[in-house]
């Protein structure tokens, strides 16, 4: 490490001291983000607000592959001011070491990392030949005039420092043993995209006025996220259609608070409709993660009460059925007793159920109490009790 360090302060121009304080430790691991790429991360034990970074390199293998080999090169970078060079392709000992060196490129743009993941860059392999056993490793095998490569962070702003974490230089699965003479497990394997934090703290769904949905929701914490996808269905298992892409603040450790209306989502045509809604968050990188579910119901009174009056009832009695939206609909009005026989059943046009008397004068119909089903569009949308006094 100490011939790594060395060249780092000879390629820019001596200005580097490893005497100098260090401001935080830093820790990296490397997460599979799509079939033919990785994402590279680090996470500081203290945030870094505005850093001007120096130096950043990675360090990745593979199992080796022979003539199958990818090529690698970095497809994405997410530290401003840094312009990645690769500086060798080696293989040893079974494994082939590509190893990326990101260096100021003279912009005083800066970067602020959370004491979270904080993506660092994406690399892109021109096959998949042995890229399910990626690791970042701490050193490569010597060779040239740079020595032992490894993961290596260093910033130049604020008490000019290397903030390797020497000790646990990566997070994740680490499970192998140290095998270098700082002591630091020697690397961490590819890991799932799990480990990338995007902390929901609620989400909800409420209607808004008869036909809407109003869905709000709040993140507790975000890291490089890119955007939410919104999504409803029909049944809550398949079927999900995008509604909306809102734009997400991307990273945060305070809560963020989002909202959307879906419009017209319930025409009133059905007595009752269950909408499903679920929410998919995208990271910078094109990784996904999918929320749990929530649901809405619709019904056709926009969720104004059924109601009967007088009641207990002599003659007869008034039911007010707002059917928000009842076009030519019919309802379905049945009178039944405590055994479930029907006793009496009469249809009126949804339009008319607004207010209308229904006559209990008929013979048949004595005192007691007696259950009336409101049925619309072939199903149930309530039951009142009724109960008759003569």
Same mark, same amino acid.
């Given at each position: /490490? !100490?011939? +790594? ?10 200005? /580097? ?21 990785? $994402? ?11 850093? +001007? ?9 593979? *199992? ?11 497809? %994405? ?11 060798? /392709? ?15 490129? =003279?912009?005083?743009?800066?970067? $602020? ?19 399910? =056993? ?12 740079? =020595? ?8 130049? #702003?604020?008490?000019? =420092?290397?903030?390797?974490?020497? &000790? ?9 043993? *140290? ?15 799990? +480990? ?14 008869? $036909? ?30 995008? &509604? ?49 579910? !929530? ?16 009641? *207990? ?9 707002? &059917?928000? #939206?009842? !076009? ?17 059943? !009469?249809?009126? $046009? %949804? ?40």
């Amino acid at each position: /490490m !100490r011939l +790594l360090l060395f060249f780092l302060a000879f390629l820019f121009g001596g200005s /580097m001291s490893i005497a100098q304080p260090v401001l935080t430790t830093t820790k990296g691991t490397v997460i599979f983000t799509s079939p033919s790429r990785v $994402s590279v991360y680090a996470k500081p034990a203290d945030a870094l607000p505005s850093r +001007l970074f120096r130096a950043i390199q990675i360090c990745v293998s593979i *199992p080796d592959q022979g003539v199958g080999n990818p090529i690698v090169t970095i497809d %994405a970078n997410y530290v401003t001011n840094i312009s990645w060079t690769p500086l060798s /392709m080696v293989v040893y000992n079974s494994r082939a070491y590509y190893t990326f060196l990101g260096s100021d490129n =003279g912009l005083t743009t800066t970067t $602020s990392w959370t004491t979270f993941n904080n993506i660092v860059a994406t690399l892109l392999f021109s096959n998949t030949n042995g890229l399910s =056993g990626v690791q970042l490793n701490d050193e490569s095998p010597s060779f040239g005039p740079n =020595g032992n490569l490894a993961w290596y962070v260093e910033v130049i #702003n604020v008490g000019n =420092g290397d903030i390797t974490n020497y &000790i646990e230089k990566f997070y994740g699965a680490v499970s192998n043993p *140290p095998i270098n003479n700082d002591g630091a497990p020697s690397f961490v394997n590819g890991q799932s995209a799990s +480990l990338l934090p995007i902390l929901l703290q609620d989400f909800n769904v409420s209607k808004q006025g008869s $036909s809407d949905a109003f869905l709000t929701w709040t993140t507790s914490l975000e890291q490089n996220v890119s955007h939410f996808i919104l999504e409803r269905s029909v049944n809550g298992t398949n079927g999900w259609f995008k &509604i909306a892409e809102v734009k997400a603040k991307g990273n945060s450790n305070s809560p963020t608070k989002y909202s959307y209306t879906d419009v017209k989502v319930y025409d009133g045509i059905q007595a009752t409709k269950t909408i499903f809604f679920r929410i998919r968050s995208i990271d910078l990188d094109g990784q996904e993660k999918i929320f749990p579910i !929530r649901s809405l119901r619709f019904a056709a009174t926009g969720g104004k009460e059924i109601s009967i009056y007088p009641n *207990p009832v002599k003659d007869g009695f008034t039911i007010s059925i707002p &059917i928000v #939206n009842p !076009r030519n609909s019919m309802i379905r009005l049945n009178l039944v007793n405590h055994l479930g026989q029907l006793i009496h059943g !009469r249809e009126v $046009s %949804a339009a008319s159920a607004a207010n209308y008397f229904y006559d209990i004068k008929t013979p048949g119909i004595i005192n007691g109490e007696y259950l009336l089903q409101v049925i619309y569009d072939g199903e149930l949308l309530d039951t009142k009790k009724v109960i008759v006094q003569r």
